[in-house]
């Protein structure tokens, strides 16, 4: 049986699971109280009951050393994402951010995190990759059929930004086998067919990229989505980090939050079409990223970085030339749609003050960047790149 640490050459869906990941673990009294417990988020949010319910919890009460023995890693996928959410439900239950994370909560989450090739804290494999379902199994992914299966509040802005995502990596798996095939199967016969994919994989994920905000208003995106999944690196609110109780010797850990940016498909590309980017503080960024992917996510992004000969061939054929300028032309489409976004949900929204939260730090986005220098960069990079 093939580790779910280990991509296949021929991944189903890409970077999401080939399986739909589980619901719930309901192996034994504890992985149930888990399930349950990360299920009530929402309301424990809704009337502040939830930092009380975690530090309640006996410090050893989730032990899952025996899944992790056992490897079995489906499971321990859906407890790392249940761990999460409970996680930075419970940092940022209020206006004012928790310093210390309870040892309950601490101690099996860095344990599950570090078997699965992470850091402890939420990362988009864990908000996106691992958290979705199938309204009707016998159907295909699509913005119809996708459901979350943690969340923070909940309802239908919170859901619809993490499915767009779903979607958006459904999309791109036919850009991820090509890209492999094109690296770890070169064949000159076929690199225009796997290009082709590459291409119309590209347009399938800016056409849903466009849906945002169909169903994601940018208000509530800015002031009840955004403030959970920031993490605790050049965070303003948390400027030592966060301790996690009983670990690193209590010292404050210094952990990026969510983003986009720890999507393995754009790393991918840019690795396979040799979009460079200027030696810096956001290109180093951009490599920090990796450690927050899943390890054969990162391990393919090297390979195809290391071996990708797609520049050669363009420079010898017009052909291939123009089919490689019209996928760097789509990437940067993605990430000029990207700014957008973090222009009409992030700067406009933060100009709208709210009660219920302050929406997060507004000079830095929830990976802990200068986010619109960072974004417009990689998206000058990109155009750079198109050779006439």
């Known amino acids: 049986m093939k580790s779910d640490l280990i991509l296949d050459k021929k991944p189903k869906r890409?970077?999401?699971p080939d399986h739909a990941p589980l619901k719930s673990v309901r192996s034994d009294s504890q992985s149930r109280y888990l399930s349950d417990l990360s299920a009530e988020v929402p309301k424990l949010l809704l009337t502040s009951s939830l930092p009380q319910v975690i530090k309640s919890l006996p410090g050893t009460f989730?032990?899952?050393?025996?899944?992790?023995?056992?490897?079995?890693?489906?499971?321990?996928?859906?407890?790392?994402?249940?761990?999460?959410?409970?996680?930075h439900a419970y940092v940022y239950s209020d206006n004012k951010p928790q310093k210390k994370l309870p040892k309950s909560i601490a101690s099996p989450w860095i344990k599950v995190s570090k078997y699965l090739g992470r850091p402890a804290v939420l990362s988009y494999a864990s908000y996106c990759l691992d958290n979705w379902y199938l309204i009707d199994k016998n159907k295909d992914i699509s913005l119809d059929n996708v459901a979350l299966i943690n969340n923070f509040l909940g309802g239908v802005d919170e859901d619809w930004f993490v499915t767009i995502h779903v979607c958006i990596e459904d999309a791109a798996s036919e850009a991820v086998r090509s890209s492999i095939a094109l690296v770890e199967e070169p064949?000159?016969?076929?690199?225009?067919?796997h290009l082709k994919n590459i291409l119309g994989s590209l347009e399938k994920v800016n056409s849903i990229f466009k849906r945002m905000p169909e169903k994601c208003d940018p208000y509530i995106y800015y002031h009840r989505v955004r403030p959970y999944i920031f993490g605790w690196k050049n965070n303003p609110d948390l400027p030592k980090g966060l301790i996690y109780d009983g670990f690193y010797k209590n010292k404050p850990q210094q952990f990026r939050g969510e983003t986009g940016a720890q999507s393995s498909i754009i790393p991918l590309l840019d690795a396979l079409f040799d979009v460079k980017h200027k030696k810096d503080s956001l290109r180093d960024y951009l490599e920090e990223m990796l450690l927050y992917m899943p390890p054969a996510h990162r391990e393919l992004i090297s390979q195809t970085k290391k071996n990708s000969k797609i520049k050669i061939y363009a420079n010898d054929s017009i052909k291939i030339r123009r089919l490689v300028n019209k996928c760097l032309d789509q990437m940067t489409q993605f990430r000029s749609q990207h700014i957008r976004y973090a222009n009409d949900y992030i700067h406009s929204q933060s100009r709208n003050p709210s009660d219920f939260t302050s929406g997060g730090s507004t000079i830095r986005g929830t990976g802990g960047t200068p986010f619109m220098r960072y974004l417009r960069k990689h998206r000058d990079e990109t155009k750079s790149s198109i050779k006439k």
Not at 67 to 78: P, S, T, Y
């Open 14 to 16: 890409g970077f999401l």
């Open 62 to 87: 989730f032990n899952f050393s025996e899944m992790i023995r056992n490897g079995e890693e489906k499971k321990l996928r859906c407890i790392n994402s249940q761990l999460s959410f409970l996680a």
């Open 187 to 193: 064949s000159e016969s076929k690199i225009e067919m």
